[in-house]
């Protein structure tokens, strides 16, 4: 709670560094990327854990939602950006890999992911 300075939610569950965590558009999802290559999804309301994406081969180091939550966006280490369907959770949901050369700056990444996003018509 930003007014009173009080932990409301604590999400529990990488086995590494928390790199980054992003709100979705609506506020009620949350993506955590870490060291521990894996970005899980939570419910910002519950703090239950949605799902697992795995696939990336080093650190995630950052994410970026779609406008309308279709689509969730990951940069790591490995040199790809993955795109994964949040519509399609069950089977994974990847959509795309990009190869690309992540900067040692994740607002960088972060400026790059949303750039794309706007002009790739990402849902």
Request: hydrophobic share 35%; glycine share 6%.
């Amino acid at each position: 709670d930003v007014a009173s300075g009080d932990e409301v939610l604590r999400l529990r569950g990488h086995t590494s560094w928390v790199n980054e965590a992003s709100f979705s558009p609506d506020d009620k999802l949350i993506a955590t990327s870490s060291s521990d290559q894996t970005v899980r999804l939570w419910n910002s309301q519950t703090g239950d854990l949605l799902h697992i994406f795995e696939g990336h081969t080093n650190s995630v180091e950052s994410t970026c939602f779609s406008r309308v939550n279709s689509c969730l966006a990951t940069a790591s280490w490995d040199k790809t950006i993955r795109l994964w369907d949040l519509r399609h959770l069950r089977g994974g949901g990847l959509l795309r890999i990009c190869d690309h050369a992540l900067t040692e700056s994740s607002r960088d990444v972060q400026r790059t992911l949303r750039h794309r996003r706007r002009h790739m018509d990402l849902p």
